[in-house]
């Protein structure tokens, strides 16, 4: 098993900026991608970004060149070298909603398996 933990959400004006984190632990476990999703209320869940294990990112077009996602420098040990991070400027409204970060991972021999984060609320103030 994989617990993935979140941290950086909040509230922000409009044109602000936030960082949040995922950290990942457990044991005899890869990660294939990361990723970030979102959730407003009354939507579907939605793809914001995704970085693969070898450090390319993929973003839907309304966050591009705002949002930026990387994973936790090399050098690091233990669970942070597995940290991922979803740098958020120009905040705007209409970003408001809950992030979940999610990893593709594989645990000792299994396949990959999806695993999600407890969520972390993003709120922008107009």
């Known amino acids: 098993q994989v617990q993935l933990v979140e941290s950086g959400g909040g509230l922000v004006q409009a044109g602000g900026s936030l960082r949040l984190s995922c950290t990942p632990s457990?044991?005899?476990?890869?990660?294939?991608?990361m990723g970030w999703y979102r959730q407003a209320p009354g939507k579907q869940r939605e793809l914001v970004a995704v970085?693969?294990?070898?450090?390319?990112?993929?973003?839907?077009?309304?966050?591009k060149g705002r949002f930026t996602i990387y994973r936790d420098n090399a050098k690091n040990t233990g669970n942070a070298k597995n940290t991922g991070y979803l740098q958020m400027n120009n905040l705007k409204p209409e970003d408001t909603a809950v992030y979940y970060c999610?990893?593709?991972?594989?645990?000792?021999?299994?396949?990959?398996?999806?695993?999600w984060g407890q969520g972390t609320q993003v709120t922008v103030s107009s």
């Open positions: 457990g044991s005899r476990f890869s990660i294939d991608a």
């Open positions: 970085v693969t294990s070898a450090g390319l990112p993929t973003y839907r077009d309304s966050v």
């Open positions: 999610n990893v593709i991972a594989r645990v000792g021999v299994q396949g990959p398996l999806n695993y």
